[in-house]
């Protein structure tokens, strides 16, 4: 209640803000709209606020005509792509990650025979890992230096949490680590050529995702830091085999909440000021609920908890340098 409270003094006090700006202006060229349920990318999507603009335009330039109204086919088109990639990814990561399966046929029974942690006490771990990182973060965050606009705590909560759970959990670490050769290499370039499909066509179709020199600089730090963690989640939830595979998908996607839970938390209760990790969290849930299936299936042709971890870094390492600005 006083989250929502404060949330609308804070856009009374934005449109206030606004009228005096257009009030101060003595020549005529500012106007004020409001367009309900309008954002900064509303010029992509909406067609009532690319239409406010382009009269605004043509009044302000004195041009002549009526501009028609713009058209959603490259939207449909970009959406239609990027499902036709997610289609592709699958059998994609079947046939490149399980090619060595005869190879790794030992390491693949011994790795089957590990147990997952009971799903409670799981997120009982991640629940408390996930509070005290946040807390430490408010003191020092390892991955400052690295200067990505919010995503360095991201980084830095990812690694925390990461290496705490792996070393809660070290024996069951080291058996891990004996098998680490499994199905690895594979994982990691299907990771790098799945960013460098998604990123090339969002930048040909939609959005500016394409990577530039300064973001690839950043790669490497990111993919290090991000993999503890996915190692760790690996190792909790154990192999494959152990269960089916929705019930897999379902319990990993849990723990990415009770993580992202105590974001929020930061958030709202501790002053953080990582707002993004709160706004953005719609697109978190897609790309968690794309990668956490993609590791799964990594997972189901490898039986290397190492080989899911890397892809799954890799994925969220290409995804946050796309989404926060380098600074």
Same mark, same amino acid.
């Given at each position: 209640?006083?989250?929502?409270?404060?949330?609308?003094?804070?856009?009374?006090?934005?449109?206030?803000?606004?009228?005096?700006?257009?009030?101060?202006?003595t020549?005529?060229?500012?106007?004020?709209?409001?367009?309900?349920?309008?954002?900064?990318?509303?010029?992509?999507?909406?067609?009532?606020?690319?239409?406010a603009?382009?009269?605004?335009?043509?009044?302000?330039?004195q041009?002549?005509?009526?501009p028609?109204?713009?058209?959603?086919?490259?939207?449909?088109?970009?959406?239609?792509?990027?499902?036709?990639?997610?289609?592709?990814?699958?059998?994609?990561?079947?046939?490149?990650?399980?090619?060595?399966?005869?190879?790794?046929?030992?390491?693949?029974?011994?790795?089957?025979?590990?147990?997952?942690?009971?799903?409670?006490?799981?997120? !009982?771990?991640?629940?408390? $890992?996930? =509070? @005290?990182? *946040?807390? &430490?973060?408010? %003191?020092?965050?390892? +991955?400052?230096?690295?200067?990505?606009?919010?995503g360095?705590?991201?980084?830095?909560?990812?690694?925390?949490?990461?290496?705490?759970?792996?070393?809660?959990?070290?024996n069951?670490?080291?058996?891990?680590?004996?098998?680490?050769?499994?199905?690895?290499?594979?994982?990691?370039?299907?990771?790098?050529?799945?960013?460098?499909?998604?990123?090339?066509?969002?930048?040909?179709?939609?959005y500016?995702?394409?990577?530039?020199?300064?973001?690839?600089?950043?790669?490497?730090?990111?993919?290090l830091?991000?993999?503890?963690?996915?190692?760790?989640?690996?190792?909790?939830?154990g192999?494959?085999?152990n269960?089916?595979?929705?019930?897999?998908?379902?319990?990993?996607?849990?723990?990415?909440?009770?993580?992202?839970?105590?974001?929020?938390?930061?958030? !709202?209760?501790?002053?953080? $000021?990582? =707002? @993004?990790? *709160?706004? &953005?969290l719609? %697109?978190?849930?897609? +790309?968690?609920?794309?990668q956490?299936?993609?590791?799964?299936?990594?997972?189901?042709?490898?039986?290397?908890?190492?080989?899911?971890?890397?892809?799954?870094?890799?994925?969220?390492?290409?995804?946050?340098?796309v989404?926060?600005?380098?600074?």
């Amino acid at each position: 209640m006083k989250s929502s409270r404060r949330s609308s003094a804070i856009a009374l006090s934005m449109r206030a803000n606004a009228a005096d700006l257009v009030t101060s202006r003595t020549d005529g060229t500012a106007q004020l709209l409001l367009i309900p349920s309008a954002s900064h990318a509303s010029l992509l999507f909406s067609r009532a606020a690319l239409r406010a603009i382009q009269d605004w335009t043509a009044k302000t330039l004195q041009l002549t005509g009526s501009p028609g109204k713009p058209s959603l086919r490259h939207v449909y088109g970009a959406i239609a792509g990027f499902i036709g990639l997610l289609l592709l990814a699958n059998p994609f990561l079947r046939e490149l990650t399980g090619k060595k399966r005869n190879a790794v046929e030992e390491t693949k029974e011994r790795a089957e025979t590990g147990n997952s942690v009971s799903w409670p006490r799981m997120l !009982l771990e991640f629940a408390l $890992g996930a =509070i @005290l990182i *946040v807390v &430490l973060l408010r %003191y020092w965050n390892p +991955l400052r230096p690295i200067h990505l606009f919010e995503g360095d705590y991201l980084a830095g909560f990812l690694l925390l949490l990461g290496v705490a759970l792996l070393i809660f959990r070290w024996n069951s670490l080291r058996e891990q680590l004996l098998t680490w050769k499994a199905g690895l290499l594979p994982a990691f370039f299907a990771g790098l050529i799945l960013v460098l499909l998604f990123t090339a066509w969002l930048e040909l179709s939609l959005y500016e995702a394409w990577l530039t020199p300064a973001k690839w600089s950043r790669f490497p730090f990111l993919f290090l830091a991000f993999f503890p963690y996915h190692f760790a989640e690996e190792i909790y939830l154990g192999p494959a085999a152990n269960k089916s595979a929705w019930r897999r998908f379902a319990a990993g996607l849990s723990l990415r909440a009770v993580a992202w839970g105590a974001l929020a938390v930061g958030v !709202l209760y501790l002053h953080s $000021g990582e =707002i @993004l990790m *709160v706004l &953005l969290l719609p %697109y978190f849930v897609l +790309l968690h609920s794309l990668q956490r299936r993609g590791m799964d299936i990594v997972q189901q042709e490898t039986s290397s908890a190492l080989a899911a971890a890397a892809f799954g870094a890799i994925l969220l390492a290409g995804f946050c340098l796309v989404i926060f600005p380098v600074t």
